[in-house]
């Protein structure tokens, strides 16, 4: 049976209208943090209510100083820095707010602005506009929505699993629980290889991964643990594979798909059909014939035939 789909919304069928947007009172929190965004040293512009969703928050001027990135999230791009820096120096103009969360401290971190925030102040501002939200758990899903420079698998890896553990020590909650936060179970795994190696191929199991990987209904303490122990599978993997690539060009094999093609060889499950297979298990299978590969085996023209995903 085809999916259904989609019904498209109607026009104008949602939401607040533009004069509802700017109620006339603030809610308690909206008020709230105005007064502690004062205390802070910045400077509240205005309280209103988001057109979508009707939830309060805060413009203000944030003193540059105060503002950090969240812990969790991807490193800087200093060639993205560079480059946006030139702009913003051309333009003379800072136009783009960066959204904000108050931390207890009095700090205040933002999910989606660590390039604009670097920006000026390599351009020596004072100060910098920014959407506060009184939510502080928003700032773990925003970085879903981060479109500010696209994520490679390493960073958005990097990012998902540092956000875990950020929120591990907060409660029972489990991985299933924070699914739209860290998007795909594979991301955690993946996080745990490029901490221990930041050059692993992360791209050539990607694929797989997604088929095999779950999230855990373990609370995150205990599921960071399980993520260890698969990455440290995955690592040994990689190695066995690492071994037929070199035994493959030992034989005179030369191609940019050498891990896949022998990826592709030792996987058992390529035309595996209905529930997902078992990810101990299928790791198991692919490490043993990884081990066992026989590179005298290969013809030319099976791995001319053969293509795959980007390492990277």
């Not at 498209?8 to 009172?25: F, I, N, Q, W, Y």
């Not at 308690?28 to 209103?48: F, K, M, N, V, W």
């Not at 489990?174 to 860290?182: P, Q, V």
């Amino acid at each position: 049976m085809p999916p259904r789909k989609k019904k498209k919304a109607e026009p104008k069928s949602r939401g607040l209208t533009a004069t509802e947007v700017r109620a006339a009172e603030p809610s308690r929190a909206a008020a709230t943090l105005s007064e502690q965004i004062e205390e802070d040293g910045g400077a509240p512009l205005a309280a209103y209510r988001d057109p979508l969703g009707g939830h309060w928050q805060v413009l203000a001027a944030l003193p540059i100083e105060s503002v950090d990135p969240t812990p969790f999230q991807r490193d800087l791009s200093e060639a993205h820095v560079k480059r946006l820096t030139a702009v913003l120096e051309a333009l003379g103009r800072f136009l783009d707010p960066i959204i904000a969360v108050r931390t207890p401290e009095g700090r205040y971190w933002t999910p989606n602005g660590n390039h604009r925030l670097a920006s000026l102040r390599a351009l020596g501002a004072k100060s910098i506009v920014a959407l506060v939200l009184p939510e502080t758990d928003i700032a773990y899903k925003i970085l879903a929505l981060n479109t500010e420079k696209a994520h490679n698998l390493r960073e958005k890896a990097l990012e998902v699993i540092r956000m875990a553990r950020d929120l591990a020590p907060r409660g029972d909650q489990t991985e299933k629980d924070y699914a739209l936060e860290f998007e795909e179970p594979a991301y955690l795994t993946l996080g745990c290889c490029y901490e221990k190696n930041g050059r692993f191929a992360g791209g050539a199991y990607h694929a797989l991964l997604k088929r095999l990987d779950a999230f855990s209904e373990r609370p995150l303490s205990k599921a960071l643990a399980m993520r260890e122990e698969r990455a440290a599978v995955l690592l040994e993997l990689d190695e066995a594979v690492a071994a037929a690539m070199a035994a493959l060009k030992e034989r005179g094999f030369e191609s940019p798909y050498l891990r896949p093609f022998v990826i592709a060889r030792i996987n058992p499950i390529r035309f595996h059909k209905g529930d997902p297979p078992e990810f101990d298990a299928t790791i198991a299978k692919m490490l043993a014939s990884a081990k066992k590969f026989k590179a005298e085996g290969v013809k030319p023209e099976q791995l001319a035939r053969a293509g795959g995903p980007s390492e990277e």
